[in-house]
């Protein structure tokens, strides 16, 4: 059963380093958390509201506490066990999804603060660091691993530094040249490892390979499907399943002719829309490629100012302010005068600030 | 099967895996998580060209939550041990099924509370200046884990490789085997393949405990 405490002023819920088993509601009084913060080592107090839970997380997480909780006016404190503070959440939903929420937020924060430490050491590509672990398993004769790591190094950066290398790679793995475990042969390992590893195609495996093709590449009808493919992706992003709508404008980008020009809008809508992908996976640098390539392809699209704006807004993401200010003030300065140009205006104003 | 999962429900978001099959790879872009149904997953990570196995997760387990977070690339391999059923959720239907399941709310705000100790535990390690102090500080964390006492004068078995003593530190390995050696020089260390026995942990604790409160100085 949860149980009512009284404290007077000054005394001590609990200590920093102590054993934590209880949660505590505030009904009534004045209580405050005292800490260091981690990264500026300043002394913080934080005062809890009435109403408000404390010492939630040490309990929940079973470590102990972090900070010292004290009284600083007659307080009347709820006290629960971890086992009664479920019970109480399970029935309260909107309390636990709100501290679900505070809590992810203090998790985004701190992980930001740990990624920006950590690659002060050595900042890594996570495309090159995809394709390593590709090499890993194709090394060690996994083919599955393999496969699966080049597909999807293809999908996310199919003009990626490492994309010829991992078609070359499936193909070896799709023709059965692939061996496992080769045993390495220094002389030639200096000069070609990779195409002594994957052989050269002969004939044969050229015409699999072209025997296979429709099964792989999905093609997507022409006409009308086009554009309920297109819906059907914008629908998928919009329920954020980013991968599944880029893999729908990659197969409408494919499409070399289109039945009539209504139809053919739709590919240059399809690769802004990309573009749009790409950004809400944080993939800004292939992001800002799908963007410049979309404004060398369709230079008269009413959507350039909404491509270059982007383009402002994946640099701003990367913290290359100046380059961000560059972008929108070609938005800025491009007629005629629309909401676009305003929105620009001010995101020049926001960046400034952070300069 | 997981009791209180209907099979609407893995109708509308389940997913199926073979044995062997990835279910998200390391540094893939993320915008998922997972929760188990049935089967058994491997979270691996490629260390120093060797593949590591993090964890074995099964049934009840969730994977993948950082990414209702941050987009960040996945920070491990996870592969289907078993056939492996799995409900698969995104930011979009993610409130919707905590709605009818309230004790997977629970369950993520359990893994929520490690993560932010866990988190900011590496957080104290990187506030610290010289690598000699920051390797000493993942000896003392990884001792907290097992429940070591801080002032025992007692043997500690560090179950990490050089590379992954460096990643903790963000320093370079080159730097790290510097210190490592250094220490096992002096005996206060025993180096080995996969791991370091450290010989003392109080005296660990206490260099760490001192150059703390220098920096609150």
Redesign the interface.
């Known amino acids: 059963m949860p149980t009512i405490r009284n404290y007077a002023p000054g005394s001590i819920i609990y200590f920093e380093g102590d054993k934590a088993d209880e949660i505590y509601i505030l009904q009534s009084g004045k209580v405050v958390l005292n800490y260091?913060a981690?990264?500026t080592?300043a002394e913080v107090n934080e005062t809890i509201s009435n109403g408000e839970f404390f010492g939630?997380?040490?309990a929940?997480?079973k470590?102990p506490r972090?900070e010292t909780a004290q009284v600083l006016a007659p307080s009347v404190v709820l006290v629960l066990s971890v086992e009664e503070f479920?019970q109480m959440?399970?029935k309260n939903?909107r309390v636990?999804?709100k501290?679900?929420k505070v809590?992810?937020n203090?998790?985004?924060r701190?992980?930001?603060?740990?990624?920006e430490?950590?690659?002060?050491?050595?900042p890594k590509m996570?495309?090159t660091?995809?394709f390593?672990?590709g090499e890993?398993y194709f090394k060690?004769g996994k083919a599955?691993?393999a496969k699966?790591?080049y597909n999807?190094y293809l999908f996310?950066y199919p003009n990626g530094e490492f994309a010829e290398t991992c078609k070359s790679r499936l193909k070896a793995i799709e023709s059965g040249e692939f061996r496992i475990e080769q045993p390495p042969q220094p002389q030639i390992e200096e000069t070609k490892p990779e195409e002594e590893i994957i052989s050269a195609p002969s004939v044969e495996t050229e015409q699999i390979e072209t025997e296979e093709k429709p099964k792989t590449e999905k093609p997507v009808p022409e006409g009308i499907d086009v554009v309920k493919k297109f819906y059907e992706a914008l629908s998928l992003f919009?329920?954020?399943?980013?991968?599944e709508a880029m893999e729908i404008y990659k197969n409408i980008l494919e499409i070399k002719k289109f039945k009539d020009e209504a139809t053919a809008q739709f590919a240059e809508k399809a690769q802004f829309e990309l573009g749009r992908c790409y950004m809400?996976?944080?993939?800004f640098a292939e992001a800002i490629e799908t963007f410049a390539n979309f404004i060398k392809k369709f230079e008269r699209s009413n959507l350039l100012k909404d491509a270059l704006f982007n383009i402002g807004q994946c640099y701003e993401s990367m913290e290359n302010y100046q380059k961000a200010i560059n972008f929108y003030q070609k938005v800025v300065n491009m007629p005629p005068k629309e909401a676009i140009n305003t929105k620009a205006k001010k995101a020049i104003e926001e960046v400034q600030k952070k300069l | 099967m997981l009791e209180g999962f209907g099979d609407n429900l893995f109708e509308k978001y389940g997913k199926r895996f073979n044995p062997g099959e990835i279910i998200f790879c390391e540094y893939e872009p993320s915008n998922d998580f997972y929760l188990i149904l049935s089967g058994n997953v491997r979270i691996t990570k490629i260390v120093g060209n060797k593949e590591k196995t993090l964890d074995i997760m099964g049934p009840g387990d969730i994977f993948g939550e950082m990414a209702i977070l941050e987009q960040q690339p996945r920070s491990a391999t996870v592969i289907a041990q078993t056939e492996v059923k799995v409900l698969v959720f995104n930011r979009e239907n993610f409130e919707l099924i905590l709605q009818s399941n309230p004790q997977m709310a629970l369950k993520l705000l359990k893994i929520f509370c490690k993560r932010i100790y866990d988190a900011k535990r590496q957080l104290m390690i990187l506030t610290l200046d010289g690598d000699e102090y920051r390797v000493a500080d993942v000896f003392v964390m990884m001792a907290e884990k097992q429940g070591v006492k801080l002032d025992s004068h007692t043997k500690v078995e560090i179950k990490l490789t050089p590379e992954e003593i460096a990643n903790m530190c963000a320093i370079p390995l080159d730097n790290c085997l510097k210190v490592l050696k250094q220490y096992a020089k002096l005996g206060k260390i025993d180096l080995l393949d996969n791991k370091v026995i450290v010989n003392n942990i109080a005296e660990f604790a206490r260099i760490v405990h001192n150059k703390r409160k220098l920096i609150k100085k």
């Open positions: 260091t981690i990264d080592g939630v997380k040490s929940v997480g470590y972090e479920e959440v399970l939903f636990l999804i501290m679900l809590f992810s203090q998790l985004r701190i992980g930001k603060a740990v990624r430490k950590l690659q002060q050491g050595e996570p495309a660091e995809l390593n672990i890993y060690q599955e691993q699966y790591v999807k996310y919009s329920q954020d399943k980013i991968q809400k996976l944080n993939m």
